[in-house]
């Protein structure tokens, strides 16, 4: 596996022109290939070119499906499904496909760069980035050259071709999508932190999705979630040399958990205490949990306590993670727009103790009826956007009916919003009304429902349990836009922006 010289002078088709793709040009021409690059749009030929790859549109091959017999093998940016056209083609002809993460593996493992680094691989429903994160504050803090990449931002290839220093150990987020593509991958450490129902619509169901997470366990160290019941599920049928878990609790051999307000660890010494609990930013059980990933992933590769400790302290969570981003009265606005399926929003409004729930988006197959039940007693309203919105309605019809609804949308949408409760509030904004927009008229109308129930503990929380790209060009982007409503009204009464549009 880790000789790639059969590459050279053979034709190698990426799909995908964007960032993933463009990262595995340059190892791929440095192999020998010959590399053509297939995108929906010629928009990044400029820049391929420049790094050594002709292009292609993905139409083109899909009109003549013969035509991708010229190639050796295919390299798949991750958000590729495996039923995509160019890729069903090229296992029709039997040409093998990895994604751009087993390519970065393989790459790694053959010396391109090199001998190998040691992979640490964070994956799970939710918690992945803020894991991360930690995970490399304790590298830092362990004076060793390491590097947050993935599904974090950096490409992979991109982190190994790093001299200035060289990279040494990767904090590798992977998500679903690339643990698919990514079958050759044995990390030093992996971790699964939680499996809640997400990408179903990509994956095909849950045992699939549930199967491309239990990659990260294949290789010398796995570390599960035991307070989730299909991590630790995942956690027992794990290939991996040794195999340990974190919970919330106090740990048993094995484990690492939380005794007498500590972080303590009992897999990888005896009782051997890591950080106070209370110090962990994100705040929270969730912030905890992730700390606890991180510093198994940490320990299992020999880096001590006093490092795991430091990491942890000189963490700070980032955007869109929870965070307080205004205060109107005695009411908090928080901004969980990261909260991108049922599961991560939970600990954002359990976080409350009264809730007007902002929510809403793409929900990419989840359901929400179990959030909705659990979270009702805490919600004082909910205001609703995007395109699953009525998904979410019929739940909190279900389950939490005396909440007070109210759905925002435009002209443009109002059919496919329509309404399936009597009692729910709809408000339209003019045709054309971008998502910044709708955004502004949703933070007035969770404004003006926080006013009515207002008491100590009340929050505005942004946390969609869907992701954004119905209506935004990322969870940022939606974040981003909450923030500045926030601000807007921060100088005005709340109820005086609540007729942003027409309500019927």
């Known amino acids: 596996m880790n000789d790639l010289s059969w590459l050279r002078g053979q034709r190698v088709l990426v799909a995908g022109g964007r960032v993933s793709g463009q990262a595995t040009i340059e190892p791929l021409v440095a192999l020998g290939a010959v590399v053509t690059v297939a995108d929906s749009t010629l928009d990044f030929a400029d820049r391929c070119a420049e790094l050594g790859a002709d292009t292609v549109t993905t139409a083109s091959i899909e009109a003549d499906q013969n035509l991708i017999k010229q190639y050796a093998l295919v390299v798949t940016s991750p958000g590729f499904r495996p039923d995509a056209p160019i890729l069903a083609a090229a296992a029709g002809h039997g040409i093998p496909i990895w994604g751009d993460v087993d390519l970065s593996w393989r790459v790694d493992h053959c010396g391109l760069y090199g001998p190998p680094r040691k992979w640490l691989v964070v994956t799970g429903t939710n918690g992945k980035t803020t894991t991360t994160s930690m995970l490399a504050s304790i590298l830092d803090a362990a004076g060793l050259e390491g590097r947050a990449c993935g599904n974090i931002g950096l490409p992979v290839l991109e982190a190994l071709k790093d001299t200035s220093p060289r990279v040494d150990y990767l904090a590798v987020e992977l998500s679903s999508f690339q643990l698919h593509w990514a079958p050759s991958v044995r990390p030093d450490a992996g971790v699964v932190l939680n499996v809640a129902e997400d990408h179903l619509d990509w994956h095909g169901g849950m045992a699939a999705y549930a199967e491309a997470k239990a990659r990260a366990l294949s290789g010398k160290v796995a570390v599960v979630g035991l307070d989730d019941a299909i991590a630790a599920k995942l956690g027992r049928a794990a290939s991996a040399d040794v195999v340990v878990g974190f919970r919330l609790g106090a740990p048993a051999d094995g484990e690492l958990g939380v005794a007498d307000g500590f972080l303590v660890d009992n897999a990888f010494g005896a009782g051997v205490q890591l950080a106070e609990a209370v110090d962990i930013d994100p705040p929270g059980p969730a912030g905890i949990m992730d700390a606890l990933a991180a510093a198994a992933l940490a320990r299992a590769v020999g880096i001590g306590a006093g490092a795991v400790r430091a ?129 502004a008229a949703v933070v007035g109308e969770a404004a003006a429902l926080a006013v009515v129930s207002v008491q100590p503990g009340s929050a505005v929380v942004l946390a969609p349990a869907a992701a954004s790209l119905d209506m935004f060009d990322s969870y940022g982007h939606r974040g981003n836009s909450f923030a500045a409503a926030v601000a807007e009204l921060a100088d005005q009464p709340p109820g005086s922006v609540s007729d942003a549009g027409n309500t019927q």
């Open 311 to 439: 990491g942890l302290a000189a963490h700070q969570v980032g955007p869109h993670r929870g965070a307080v981003v205004g205060t109107v009265g005695s009411v908090v606005f928080v901004d969980d727009s990261k909260a991108t399926n049922p599961h991560a929003a939970r600990p954002s409004i359990l976080a409350h103790e009264r809730v007007v729930w902002i929510a809403g988006g793409l929900l990419k197959g989840a359901s929400v009826d179990e959030l909705v039940a659990e979270v009702g007693s805490r919600l004082a309203g909910a205001v609703l956007l995007g395109s699953d919105a009525g998904e979410i309605e019929q739940a909190l019809s279900r389950h939490a009916p005396e909440v007070p609804v109210v759905r925002v949308g435009t002209e443009d949408d109002a059919e496919v919003n329509k309404i399936h409760c009597s009692s729910t509030k709809f408000v339209t904004l003019p045709s054309g009304s971008d998502a910044d927009a709708v955004m």
